[in-house]
């Protein structure tokens, strides 16, 4: 293991500042600061909040990762950064942060794809994935499957949200219903008190026309509506909205749509592992549905631990791992980072 070089990854696409330590496929310091508490009477990310607390966390934030690792900067070997796609101000810092310790400790650096780091994250759970695998990415900020050929050079978007992220819809519908922010751990939690087949709402894109145009992707603007027009006829009607039920339906309505089109994509491409990873991954019932579906299909389910499944900088010092591994050329120092980087970039120039 030690005689595998030591990559240092960085990563602060949304409101995430995360720095990680990773030697090949095994981790050594994953420290993350969220400046989530900041965003929370907003009801969601603000770019600029984001942006600024990623500069005040940047340096602590590494000197964390270094002190949890027992590793000294000298001893990095190779900076790794996420490049896009997220917030453009977010990205900079990151980026800007990368560019100075690869150049101050004459190491190469990498600039790498946010999305595929998330998939790469899962070799630091249960070692080298066996490529083809399909990715299920949920979170506040993507919905997204995607196939993945080789970690470090091959990815393809087979589908994605037209509009909100699961995350986001979780988000949105949590404060129709009287939830905080963020609204996917609330949501789960009122959901465990109601029944999921009291409401049915609506699945986005699943009718036979809409699997032709958009087989694998989805749309949660129509599921958010049809929950506002049932707490607005109830509370015009005078009845009490039960906040359970609400819940559980919408739940069970996002689960039901993520798991049958990725299950769907894994059948139809011939791919006989799944990997399931963001934010909304932590949802219980998206975890059990996923698992009945998966075992189903014989299709075999992997999955990293939550602090591995959200935004996080050792997802991408794994990538950077992968990337080194197969003596791919660094980026050139004067890289932009992108905040629409296409997933088929998995490494930028
Ligand atoms: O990956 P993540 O931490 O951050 C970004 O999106 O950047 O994902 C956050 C999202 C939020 O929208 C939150 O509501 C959702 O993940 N989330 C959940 C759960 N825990 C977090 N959604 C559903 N169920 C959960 N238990
Ligand atoms: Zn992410």
Known sequence: MSDQPLIL???????????GLVRGTTLLANAVASSVDEHVRFGGVVPEVASRAHLEAMVPTLHRA??????????????????????AGALMVGVSAAKALAVALDKPLYGVNHLVGHVAAEQLENGPLA???????????????????DIATSATLLGQTLDDAAGEAFDKVARLIGLKYPGGPNIQRAAADGDPGAIRFPRGLTGQRDLERHRYDFSFSGLKTAVARWVETAEREGRAVPVGDVAAGFQE???????RKAVLACQERGISTMVLAGGVAANARLRELTRSRC?????????????????????????????????????????ASDSSLPVTQVLVG
């Open 9 to 19: 990854g960085i990563e602060t696409s949304c409101d995430e500042t995360g720095v």
């Open 66 to 87: 270094l002190a949890e690792a027992g590793a000294g900067l000298g001893d990095v070997d190779a900076v790794a950064v996420t490049a896009g796609p997220g917030l």
């Open 131 to 149: 490529e083809p695998v399909v990715a299920l990415l949920v979170s506040g900020g993507h919905t997204e499957i995607l196939l993945v050929e």
């Open 253 to 259: 309505a996002v689960a039901d749509v993520l798991t």
């Open 295 to 335: 075992a189903a299909a014989g299709i075999e389910l992997r999955q990293p631990r939550f602090s591995l499944c959200t935004d996080n900088g050792a997802m991408i010092a794994a990538l950077g791992a992968a990337v080194v591994e197969r003596d791919l050329p660094p980026s050139s120092l004067d890289f």
